[in-house]
C-alpha cells in the first residue's frame, strides 16, 4: 500500500470535508406538481363557472415558470397575459396584487415602474410553512371577481395541505 504524502492527504481532507459539511447546508424544499396545480385551478374553475365568469386560470411555480394554464371558453384573449403577469408579481412579491393595487391607489407610485408587474387584484402566492411555493393569477372579470377567483384556488390548496 502507497503512502499519501502529507500534504496532499491534507488537502483531500480538506475537500472530503468540505464536500460532506456542504450536503448539510441543503434544505428540504417543498415543490408545487402539476397534479396539485390542476386541482387548484378546478377550484377556482368551478368557483368562475358557479359566478357564470369566464377566466383565464395560470399557476406558476416557485422560480416563476409556468405549471398549468386554463383559458376558459369565451373569455377574453388579454386575459392569458394578465393572469400570467398577475401571477408573476404574486410570486415575485411574495404578497397578493390586491396589497399592491391599494398601494397604488393610496398614491404609492414608485413600483409603476417596474417591468411586467401587474398591479390589480387576481393574483395571490402560494405558500407552504411561510414559504412561497407558486402562485396563482387570474384573469377576465373585473379585479374584484378575478380575486374572488384566485382565493377559491388558494382555499383548495389550504384544503389539500390539511389532508
Do not use: W
Request: hydrophobic fraction near 45%; charge should be positive; proline fraction near 2%.
Amino acid at each position: 500500500m502507497k503512502r499519501i504524502p502529507g500534504k496532499f492527504a491534507g488537502v483531500l481532507m480538506a475537500i472530503t470535508l468540505t464536500a460532506v459539511s456542504g450536503f448539510a447546508q441543503l434544505a428540504d424544499k417543498k415543490a408545487l406538481t402539476l397534479s396539485t396545480a390542476k386541482q387548484i385551478a378546478a377550484a377556482a374553475e368551478a368557483e368562475a363557472t358557479s359566478n357564470k365568469f369566464t377566466m383565464v386560470i395560470c399557476i406558476l411555480d416557485d422560480g416563476g415558470n409556468l405549471m398549468y394554464l386554463e383559458r376558459m371558453d369565451d373569455s377574453q384573449l388579454a386575459s392569458v397575459q394578465i393572469a400570467q403577469g398577475k401571477a408573476h408579481t404574486a410570486l415575485a412579491f411574495k404578497r397578493p396584487t390586491k396589497m399592491m393595487e391599494d398601494g397604488v391607489a393610496a398614491g404609492r407610485t414608485a413600483t409603476l415602474s417596474l417591468p411586467g408587474a401587474v398591479m390589480i387584484e387576481g393574483g395571490l402566492p402560494l405558500t407552504v410553512d411561510g414559504k412561497v411555493i407558486g402562485s396563482i393569477g387570474v384573469s377576465g372579470g373585473t379585479s374584484v371577481q378575478d380575486g374572488i377567483i384566485a382565493k377559491a384556488g388558494v382555499d383548495a390548496f389550504t384544503k389539500m395541505l390539511a389532508h
